[in-house]
């Protein structure tokens, strides 16, 4: 989770997908922490590596994919992910941000308040975010 200087939260438009938004997310490479995953995710998908750590989730957060969203490439070996997320709070500006940089994860991004995130976000990961935005609602509110 990004967090700008006024506590609204970084989304992206899935690439090819329209209405479909969420927060930066990736793997983590074998060898990589938690934090260091998401600070490579965080240039990968946003462009810049401008953020200070705040804090790292205390739980994992484990959800399954809609067998008619699940990814074809897969060929049923994976049902869904299990999650560890990051608060960021952004130090850079709005001008160093680059969707482009590295693979084309998103076509848009803005900033959001929590509430918008939640209308925002498809339906089967909704429970996560929930999750996350309570666990982080003292970096947000």
């Known amino acids: ?16 997908m329209p209405g479909a938004w ?8 074998r060898g990589e922490t938690v934090i260091e995953a998401a600070c490579r995710e965080l240039a990968e998908e946003v ?7 705040l804090r790292e989730s205390c739980a994992w957060r484990l959800y399954d994919f809609p067998p008619e969203v699940a990814p ?7 049902r869904g992910q299990a999650q560890k997320w990051v608060a960021l ?6 001008s160093e941000i680059d969707i482009h940089a590295h693979d084309h994860e998103f076509d848009a991004w ?3 308040r ?20 309570e666990e982080f609602s003292d970096l947000i509110s």
């Open 72 to 78: 074809g490439h897969w060929k049923g070996r994976w």
């Open 1 to 16: 989770m990004l967090i700008g200087p006024d506590r609204r939260i970084f989304v992206g438009e899935r690439a090819g």
């Open 110 to 112: 803005t900033w959001a």
């Open 89 to 94: 709070a952004f130090t850079g500006s709005d």
């Open 22 to 29: 969420q927060m930066p997310q990736g793997g983590i490479d």
């Open 47 to 53: 462009g810049t590596t401008h953020a200070l750590l």
């Open 114 to 133: 929590p509430a918008d995130v939640l209308g925002w976000i498809v339906p089967f990961k909704r429970p996560i975010y929930e999750a996350v935005l």
